[in-house]
């Protein structure tokens, strides 16, 4: 045999086992679901220990036989933080008939919200895109799933108000990124600044977000404010906490969103004894110390491998637990009402629409997801940098829900 | 393009300018129509269509880029705020107003030539470098504004929702559909820019490029032609901007920072400084190679790790391999792809009897 005609072989060998493997992944007892990530992006401090914390409880649901004897298969794309890799992603999910699919990043939240809607698949977008969304009678296939930024504004203004006892004749700080983002939250701080009597002035600070100086100093030296809220992304929040160190203001009386509250940007900012009283809102809970990291670490151990090194960073780990553990919940809601017959993405929406009760040992809010109401009741947590790390700091809560609904019936 | 033109000979100068050199390039570009307008859409699944979509919307970008950067040798670092200001521009039209694409369309390019016009004005006494950097303010000029103004951005999300385009009563919605209108627009701009090249306009640029001080004594306006190739490359890039509005049906700034700029910068250095092949095969280089990347990849690493790892490693190794492939092609050809295939061309012009 010459040969060619060997690597001829060799090749249709291959093709051969490259048709059949892909035959096997299309099996009747699967589901498949679309996962936006981005790891190697602008954000990619958040990817690479959200996106490990996904697949390992995806991981760990296969490994106990699935959702209700479907096997989960996970199509991660990472999309780099850009928008046209984003959509491919989708066009990709949905070619491999995902249902459903965990967004990833404001804008490409809102570039795929009218895809969603055209293809009937729903996307999951967990403390960032359009706090509008909430609303499932306006964005039918969108979900939060977690606090909107006008749910944390509302936590942070809760929390401060426990803090100092009255708002009235205070004045809070807000210090936040130039962007759609960071001016999301302003609609709730003024209004609350009007119904509770305390002053409120904003400080932006321009992209990328790493040269603070003149806000702070702005803050510290000038407004003197009784309390300040931050809301920045990737290393800005880091260099927040060392400013305001730096120029003397209490941590204690600063509160973050949860985008700058990661265990990572206490580390880079200068460590847990520097950082010490900075309080940090989560939508997910903190920490190894529940029952489902420890099934996982347990899964690894027994497959004779070690400990996740991503969760080394467990704010973002447990929240790609919790985004996986929700979707799956959506999942076997969705089996549970098709009576163990193969759900489609549309059913799986109405599964989504029906999680309630749901809380994975105090990990997960105890939100209740409705046909109305995509963000789940729009609960937080409060977790203060104490004693070498985050520690909680009071249970989960839910503020001012009126105002928050006023605002969402406004956009209308 | 794909011949040998032995046995002809041309007589006249306008033989010698005609877009097709040869008469059987007739029949080659036939078949390309046929292949992409028949043939393509009919053998592709719609994902694969939504890659060649993406490209089509950056071959529009890439043409632009070049007309201003490959042409006429002035650099511009803002050319993803030109495409802000044509989605903007159209989406406001398309919301308020209720028009349709084919008015928002070329409002959209021509509110983008003007601002690209006053955003070249400082190319009429700097070059090079320091044009680079008053670009680059001109990119971030527009952002601040369309982030800060309301009235364009249409409220703090800075985002607009734009309803589909719709072509006599029907909407262009599935990705077969926007195929076959972005594929309108595309041709439509490679068949202008192939034309503008070879126009007076095109020739004045060139002048401009390759010594703008003998080109102004040989009787170019170089302001006017300057200014001109800023309005023409920024309307590119407002049409550009239209179209990546309707094909996501939402205009949103966030998708027109400083990063894409570079890409697009990318695109025609890899692609070809000054040719139209090169901005095609640039943009198609760039928006496809990752995917492609990664569809070769996930099969073959999925041999050796587990799906959790796999996606980290193929994210990683992508970004590795898409890097080293564009060092590749630009140290074996510095000229860009456009030069690499005319090499080859060339090569085989002659073969097999190259003596």
């Not at chain 1, 991660?76 to 070619?95: G, L, Q, T, W």
């Not at chain 2, 909407?171 to 595309?186: D, P, S």
């Not at chain 2, 890409?263 to 070809?272: E, K, Q, R, S, V």
């Amino acid at each position: 045999m010459s040969t060619s005609m060997k690597w001829l072989r060799f090749a249709a060998a291959a093709g051969a086992m490259a048709v059949a493997s892909s035959a096997a992944f299309a099996q009747e007892k699967e589901l498949v679901f679309g996962l936006h990530c981005d790891r190697t992006g602008a954000t990619q401090t958040v990817g690479v220990f959200l996106c490990p914390g996904y697949h390992d409880y995806i991981s760990l649901v296969n490994s106990k036989g699935g959702v209700e004897g479907y096997k989960v298969r996970v199509l991660e794309i990472d999309n780099e933080y850009k928008v046209p890799p984003a959509m491919e992603a989708h066009e990709r999910f949905k070619k491999e008939g995902a249902v459903l699919t965990s967004l990833y990043g404001t804008p490409h939240t809102m570039a795929l919200t009218k895809k969603l809607e055209e293809d009937k698949i729903l996307g999951t977008a967990p403390g960032f895109g359009t706090a509008a969304a909430a609303d499932g009678k306006r964005f039918p296939y969108v979900f939060p799933i977690a606090a909107s930024y006008w749910s944390q504004a509302a936590g942070a203004i809760a929390f401060i108000k426990k803090e100092l006892g009255d708002l009235k004749g205070k004045k809070i700080g807000y210090l936040y990124y130039d962007n759609p983002a960071g001016k999301e939250p302003l609609v709730i701080f003024e209004d609350l600044a009007k119904s509770e009597g305390f002053e409120l002035r904003t400080f932006a600070v321009p992209a990328p977000g790493v040269e603070m100086g003149a806000q702070v100093l702005d803050i510290t030296g000038r407004f003197k404010p009784d309390f300040v809220v931050t809301h920045l992304f990737g290393r800005s929040p880091s260099v927040s906490v060392k400013e305001l160190k730096g120029k003397g203001y209490p941590l204690s009386k600063v509160i973050s969103f949860v985008w700058g509250a990661s265990e990572a940007d206490i580390k880079a900012a200068g460590g847990y004894e520097l950082a010490n009283g900075y309080n940090t809102i989560q939508f997910a809970g903190v920490g190894p110390d529940f029952q489902v990291i420890k099934d996982i670490n347990a899964m690894y151990q027994a497959q004779g491998k070690g400990v996740p090194s991503a969760q080394e960073v467990s704010v973002f780990y447990n929240r790609g637990v919790v985004i996986a553990a929700l979707h799956v919940e959506a999942a076997r809601n969705a089996v549970k009402a098709k009576g163990g017959a193969k759900p489609s993405s549309e059913d799986v929406r109405r599964g989504m629409e029906s999680i309630k009760g749901f809380t994975l040992g105090g990990m997960v809010p105890p939100m209740e997801v409705t046909p109305q109401d995509h963000e789940g009741g729009g609960w937080v947590q409060v977790w203060t940098v104490k004693d070498g790390k985050l520690t909680k700091n009071g249970d989960w809560f839910q503020a001012y829900r009126s105002v928050i609904q006023k605002h969402l019936a406004a956009v209308n | 393009m794909l011949h040998r033109e032995s046995g002809v000979f041309k007589t006249s100068y306008a033989a010698d300018m005609a877009l097709y050199p040869l008469p059987i390039a007739r029949w080659t570009v036939a078949a390309f129509i046929v292949l992409f307008a028949v043939i393509l859409p009919l053998a592709l699944h719609d994902y694969y269509l939504s890659i060649i979509n993406l490209s089509l919307i950056a071959v529009v970008g890439a043409l632009g880029l070049n007309i201003l950067v490959g042409y006429t040798g002035q650099i511009s670092v803002g050319h993803a705020a030109f495409m802000s200001v044509g989605a903007y521009t159209a989406a406001n039209l398309a919301v308020r107003f209720d028009l349709p694409f084919w008015i928002t369309l070329p409002a959209g390019g021509l509110m983008a030539a003007l601002i690209g016009a006053i955003v070249g004005i400082p190319s009429l006494r700097i070059k090079g470098l320091y044009l680079a950097i008053a670009t680059l303010a001109g990119q971030l000029i527009i952002e601040w504004v369309i982030n800060h103004t309301p009235a364009i951005s249409g409220g703090a999300q800075a985002s607009i929702q734009v309803p589909r385009p719709a072509l006599m009563g029907h909407q262009i919605r599935t990705q077969g559909q926007l195929y076959f209108f972005l594929l309108f627009f595309a041709a439509l701009a490679i068949v202008a820019t192939l034309n503008l090249v070879r126009s007076r306009i095109g020739r004045a640029f060139v002048a401009i490029r390759d010594q703008d001080i003998a080109a102004e004594i040989i009787g170019i306006n170089i302001y006017r032609y300057k200014l001109l190739a800023f309005a023409i490359s920024s309307f590119y890039a407002g049409v550009c901007g239209v179209l990546y509005t309707y094909y996501l049906g939402i205009a949103n700034y966030e998708q027109f920072q400083i990063g894409v700029s570079i890409d697009y910068l990318a695109m025609i250095i890899i692609g070809g400084l000054g040719s139209v092949l090169g901005s095609i095969l640039g943009a198609v280089f760039v928006t496809m190679l990752p995917i492609m990347i990664r569809l070769i990849m996930e099969p073959l690493a999925g041999l050796f790790f587990t799906a959790g790892e796999l996606s980290s490693v193929v994210a990683s190794t992508r970004l590795v391999l898409f890097g080293a492939l564009i060092i590749f092609f630009l140290v074996v050809e510095p000229e860009g792809l456009n030069r690499l295939w005319r090499n080859i061309r060339n090569y085989f012009r002659t073969w097999p009897f190259s003596y």
